[in-house]
Each structure stands twice: as structure tokens, then as C-alpha cells.
């Protein structure tokens, strides 16, 4: 089995937990995608139709900067575990701006999630329609109660 790496954005500390998880779990190395500019409470307010959020999700093609990833650990990897928070039902934009920058065609891609409680499917339509180079296996909604077992049975799903 290749070398696997987890990927993600995390704003308020969730998304980080199950990617830890994973880690622990998988031996895959954890590589945070960090906005250049952090996400603020004000900007993460769903209900402000005028939140830096709302308007980066609701405004087209937007791009927002994210810090350099170790991109020599993503190239030498076979499976990337790609996760975020759900932002309605989807993934951030900073997700678009890294699948933008690196190039995960050729490599078995699993994303996942945390959320308030929406599924993740809308989220993967969308990543598939987008990013159709991208082996984008099914996708998991994760709790910080996921188990050993789970997380190890999703790893090995086809
Ligand atoms: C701007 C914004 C939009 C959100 N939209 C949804 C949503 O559509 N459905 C949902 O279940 N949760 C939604 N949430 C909740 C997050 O998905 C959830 O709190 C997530 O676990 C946060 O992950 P993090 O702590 O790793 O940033 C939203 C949160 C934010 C900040």
C-alpha cells in the first residue's frame, strides 16, 4: 500500500479532530489547509447574508488564498483524505483554491466532513462535477465519535 496523507480545513477545531483520528488510525500524514486570511466569527456567521462566508459561497468564482501545503507529501501519496466543514451542504471555497493549486488526478481521493447534521453527498456531486480528473471515492460525514473500526472500514471501501 502507497503513502496516504489527510488533507483539511478546519476553522473551528472539528474537522481537525477527525482528521487526527484518521491520522492515528490510517498512519496518514496530517497536512492543514490554512486561509492566509483566518476565518474570524463575524466571517464564519451564516445567518449575515453580508459574512465574509456567505459571500465568498454565494458570489461565483471565488478563490480565496490559502498558505503553501507540503506538496512533496501530496505528490509521493496514493490516497488522499480530503475533508472540511460543510458550508451550506458544500465544501468551503479554500477547498477549490487547493484542488485549483495541486494536482490529485491518479490518486484515490476520499473526502469527508463535519457538520451541524448535513449529509455529505451534495458536497461530493458537486467536487465531482468540478473536478471530474479526481478518482473521488464515497464520501464520509464524520463525528468526533467515530471509531477505530469505522474509520478503518471506510479506508479500505471501494
Ligand atoms: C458558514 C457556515 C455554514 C455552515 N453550513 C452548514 C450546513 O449547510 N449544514 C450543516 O449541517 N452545517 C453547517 N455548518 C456547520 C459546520 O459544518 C460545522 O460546525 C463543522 O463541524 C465545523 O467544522 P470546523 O470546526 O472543522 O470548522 C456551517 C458552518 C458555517 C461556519
Known amino acids: 500500500m502507497g503513502q496516504s496523507v489527510v488533507l483539511y480545513l478546519s476553522n473551528t477545531g472539528h474537522t481537525q479532530g477527525v482528521a487526527e483520528k484518521i491520522s492515528s488510525v490510517t498512519g496518514a500524514k496530517l497536512i ?8 474570524t466569527k463575524t466571517d464564519l456567521n451564516w445567518n449575515d447574508h453580508d459574512s465574509r462566508s456567505y459571500h465568498e459561497m454565494h458570489g461565483g468564482r471565488v478563490r480565496p488564498a490559502i498558505e503553501p501545503v507540503d506538496s512533496a507529501a501530496i505528490d509521493q501519496a496514493t490516497t488522499v483524505y480530503l475533508g472540511f466543514p460543510l458550508w451550506w451542504a458544500t465544501a468551503p471555497r479554500p477547498i477549490d483554491t487547493l484542488l485549483d493549486s495541486v494536482d490529485l488526478s491518479g490518486k484515490t481521493v476520499r473526502p469527508f466532513c463535519t457538520s451541524g447534521s448535513s449529509a455529505i453527498d451534495e458536497a461530493v456531486r458537486q ?4 473536478y471530474p480528473a479526481i478518482d473521488w471515492q464515497a464520501g464520509k460525514r464524520l463525528t468526533s465519535h467515530v471509531t ?4 478503518q472500514a471506510w479506508s479500505k471501501q471501494n
Open 127 to 130: 467536487l465531482r462535477v468540478d
Open 148 to 151: 477505530d473500526q469505522e474509520i
Open 32 to 39: 492543514p489547509i490554512k486561509p492566509q486570511q483566518a476565518y
